[in-house]
């Protein structure tokens, strides 16, 4: 929604959600897959999808229909491994 109907770049919303993590008062539901998703998406994937692949911590497998995440996530060697179905 902020990409592309707001037309913020990715650095700015990456910076926004650090930011927002920083407040002492704030707290995330699963934070530490927040925490680990945002790398990811400052790496390239969408944000939703590397939220999913963090939430799945402990599971053998990650399955996606999307192409463009299996291969993102092949090439970077996530674990779980992303098995495209």
């Known amino acids: 929604m902020l ?11 990456s910076a926004g959600l650090h930011g927002l993590i920083a407040v002492r008062n704030l707290h995330f539901e699963q934070e530490a ?3 680990a998703a945002l790398p990811l998406y400052e790496d390239g994937f969408d944000f939703t999808d590397a939220l999913h692949h ?6 053998t ?15 970077r ?7 495209l179905v």
């Open 54 to 59: 963090a939430s799945s911590a402990g599971c």
């Open 33 to 35: 897959a927040v925490l």
């Open 61 to 75: 497998t990650f399955a996606t229909f999307d192409d463009s995440f299996f291969k993102l996530a092949a090439a």
């Open 77 to 83: 060697g996530l674990a779980p491994p992303v098995e």
């Open 3 to 13: 990409r592309g109907v707001y037309r913020i770049g990715r650095t700015k919303i």
